[in-house]
């Protein structure tokens, strides 16, 4: 004979079973746009080091990401983090689909998909989708008359990612592909017009990224109008205020011994909530190329 349950296990009981449907149903909705970017100004995209040890064994583990607010009040001059920054909560969560076939043996020109959820694991309610077809990162060598060559990086099957919200596209990234092979540039499009070109600044007549001091630890990508070339500014003489997306400092550790990357992305004012989430999948393809 079973058990007879008491008033206080009958209404445990009755609460499991009427709260596990309502999570599964939690984690197949969907979050807007609104929700996850809208009071945003920018983002702290923090990669983990999530399979280092199948990195050890040659295969390329699937990329994932923690997102958390930022503001520049938390970047010190040239890409340092101030304390705190790192601990803020996590307010999304982005994990690569890839095939294994695809990891291990196209590496860096793998096709793949990136979904982003919300709160600070997997499972959460899904954001937006950013998708990346198969590329082509090779070197063409160009024979030279001294008998030296010069390699230049093939044009046919660029880095690409286009971001959808429930099937729509909102936008497409793309690398840029030009005579100076050496500055890597990307292409900010909505509806088949460019909005942005991302790029650093640039030195020797365009040839090679500027080179800063002041314990300037990485490159910072300045938004530029794409009719104009003039940088989006926002009005600020600082080039630490500008809007940009750079990678950052994220503590001797993180750096020294995983290939993990972070990135602090300040989006130009007035970016509505669409753009915001299409800089993020920016973000992404400037970490995968």
């Known amino acids: 004979r079973p058990p007879t349950l008491g008033p206080a296990s009958a209404a445990m009981a009755g609460y499991n ?11 197949g909705s969907s ?19 999530r399979g280092c040890l199948q990195e050890c064994m040659g295969c390329e583990a699937r990329s994932e ?14 890409g340092w983090l101030k304390e705190g920054a790192m601990t803020q909560q996590d ?31 997997e499972g959460g309610p899904e954001i937006v989708t950013y998708e990346k077809p198969c590329g082509c990162p090779l070197n063409m060598p160009i024979p030279t008359d001294d008998g030296s060559n010069i390699y230049c990086p093939c044009c046919c099957m660029l880095p690409e990612l286009t971001t959808t919200k429930d099937g729509a596209e909102i936008s497409k990234s793309k690398y840029l592909c030009d005579l100076y092979c050496c500055v890597s540039k990307f292409s900010y499009e909505e509806e088949g017009g460019e909005v942005y070109i991302l790029k650093p600044d640039t030195c020797c007549g365009g040839c090679l990224p500027a080179c800063h001091c002041k314990r300037q ?17 926002d009005g600020e003489d600082d080039d630490e205020k500008q809007p940009q997306i750079r990678k950052v400092w994220a503590g001797l550790k993180k750096e020294c011994c995983t290939t993990a990357d972070t990135f602090a ?14 800089i993020l999948g920016l973000t992404f393809l400037l970490d995968f190329t």
């Open 217 to 233: 630890i990485s490159v910072p990508y300045y938004f530029h109008d794409p009719a104009t070339g003039e940088r989006i500014t």
């Open 91 to 121: 307010e999304m969560y982005a994990l690569e689909e890839s095939s294994f076939f695809m990891r291990c043996c196209w590496r860096d020109g793998r096709a793949m998909e990136i979904n982003v959820t919300q709160g600070a694991e």
């Open 65 to 78: 990401y923690k997102i958390s607010a930022m503001d520049f009040g938390y970047l010190n001059s040239g």
């Open 265 to 278: 992305v300040f989006f130009p004012r007035g970016t509505d909530v669409r753009r915001k989430a299409g």
């Open 31 to 49: 979050v807007s746009l609104e929700d996850a970017f809208g009071s945003r100004d920018a983002l702290l995209v923090k990669q983990t080091a």
């Open 17 to 27: 079973m009427a709260g596990a449907p309502a999570q599964q149903l939690m984690g």
